[in-house]
């Protein structure tokens, strides 16, 4: 079993739209949580953590997180061609795990 | 904050010889630096986690004498890929922690061996 596991998409959302991406994880033990954006040929650029259940809020973006569950997910608000790219999860129960990413496209 | 530079962006080499590619963190100390290989349309797998002055640690299937690390100071790791074959062909991606719980990517370095 992955550690991490995420649907590879391709997700496409309109322009404006939100679009929700998830994230679940197998160790009961993880403590942080990320979500990284990364656009073709580039490395990937840390957009939230969250430690804590619940919602966390920074701009257009909200990740939730529910411990029991074992989910993680990050909601884009009023999304934009730029948030065009892969969303990698990744979490730190000891070491860093990322999952295989989702590939968002945002359509004007 | 937190911005971590690697050099060079793009190296191309033959095959038979080495390459070194350097991870700088410019405005922190790191105390961890990871080093991550991405294949195309594939997720980061991470190679090794290297702490200053210490051994790194290698991941399983990850050849220590192929691919050399060295974290002499808080803000300097390096990677040196021995021996380089075409199969080493790939983009490699440095990261630095600043505590346990955040880690910030260096832009990458495309590897081609021909």
């Given at each position: 079993q992955k550690e991490v596991e995420q649907n590879s998409g391709p997700l496409s959302v309109p322009e404006g739209a939100i679009a929700s991406l998830n994230c679940t994880y197998s160790d009961r033990g993880s403590q942080?949580?990320?979500?990284?954006?990364?656009?073709?040929?580039?490395?990937?650029?840390?957009?939230?953590?969250?430690?804590?259940?619940?919602?966390?809020?920074?701009?257009?973006?909200?990740?939730?997180?529910?411990?029991?569950?074992?989910?993680?997910?990050?909601?884009?608000?009023?999304?934009?061609?730029?948030?065009?790219?892969?969303?990698?999860?990744?979490?730190?129960?000891?070491?860093?795990?990322?999952?295989?990413?989702?590939?968002?496209?945002?359509?004007? | 904050g937190a911005v971590v530079s690697q050099h060079p962006s793009r190296v191309i080499c033959k095959s038979g010889t080495s390459v070194k590619i350097e991870c700088r963190s410019l405005d922190?100390?790191?105390?961890?630096?990871?080093?991550?290989?991405?294949?195309?349309?594939?997720?980061?797998?991470?190679?090794?986690?290297s702490n200053e002055g210490s051994k790194a640690t290698y991941e399983q299937g990850v050849e220590k004498d192929k691919f050399l690390i060295n974290h002499a100071s808080l803000t300097l790791s390096t990677l040196t890929v021995t021996s380089a074959h075409p199969e080493d062909s790939s983009f490699y991606i440095c990261s630095a922690s600043l505590d346990k719980y955040e880690q910030y990517f260096g832009p990458g370095t495309r590897l081609t061996v021909t």
């Open positions: 942080s949580f990320f979500w990284y954006r990364q656009y073709s040929g580039k490395s990937p650029e840390l957009i939230m953590f969250i430690y804590s259940n619940g919602d966390k809020e920074d701009g257009r973006f909200t990740a939730q997180l529910n411990k029991a569950s074992q989910y993680v997910s990050l909601l884009i608000r009023d999304s934009q061609p730029s948030d065009s790219a892969t969303y990698l999860c990744a979490v730190f129960p000891g070491q860093f795990y990322f999952g295989t990413g989702t590939s968002l496209t945002v359509i004007p | 922190f100390q790191a105390t961890t630096m990871f080093w991550y290989r991405q294949f195309p349309k594939q997720s980061l797998m991470l190679m090794a986690t």
